[in-house]
């Protein structure tokens, strides 16, 4: 069983930086991608960022220049270094992750973390 696990999220004042962490557990055989998606009240879940298995950094033109994603494949752990925040970046951050267990490929979520930017 496969297990995504966030931390990071908290209070900050606009222009503050925060750092996301993700780690995948459990039967993995091969992480295609993980990256983090965010959830402001009343709207859709909307994509952050995301990083491939060679590297490749992909961003939602909305953090661009600000946030920083990167991965560490030997402990399956991808980061997300968050800087100049925004109030608009406020929201419920989900990590996710795209891999392979020991059966399938499947998507898998993260509980979610509060990040929130206010003065």
């Known amino acids: 069983q496969v297990q995504l696990v966030g931390s990071g999220g908290g209070l900050v004042q606009p222009g503050g930086s925060l750092r996301l962490s993700c780690a995948a557990s459990g039967s993995i055989a091969f992480i295609y991608s993980m990256g983090w998606y965010r959830q402001a009240p009343g709207k859709q879940r909307e994509t952050v960022a995301f990083?491939?298995?060679?590297?490749?950094?992909n961003y939602a033109d909305s953090v661009k220049g600000r946030f920083t994603i990167s991965r560490d494949n030997a402990k399956n752990t991808v980061y997300l270094q968050m800087n100049n925040l925004k109030p608009e970046d406020t929201g419920v951050y989900y990590c996710?992750?795209?891999?392979?267990?020991?059966?399938?490929?499947?998507?898998?979520w993260g509980q979610g973390t509060q990040v929130t930017v206010s003065s």
């Open positions: 990083i491939t298995w060679d590297g490749t950094p």
């Open positions: 996710h992750a795209d891999l392979y267990d020991d059966l399938a490929r499947g998507d898998y």
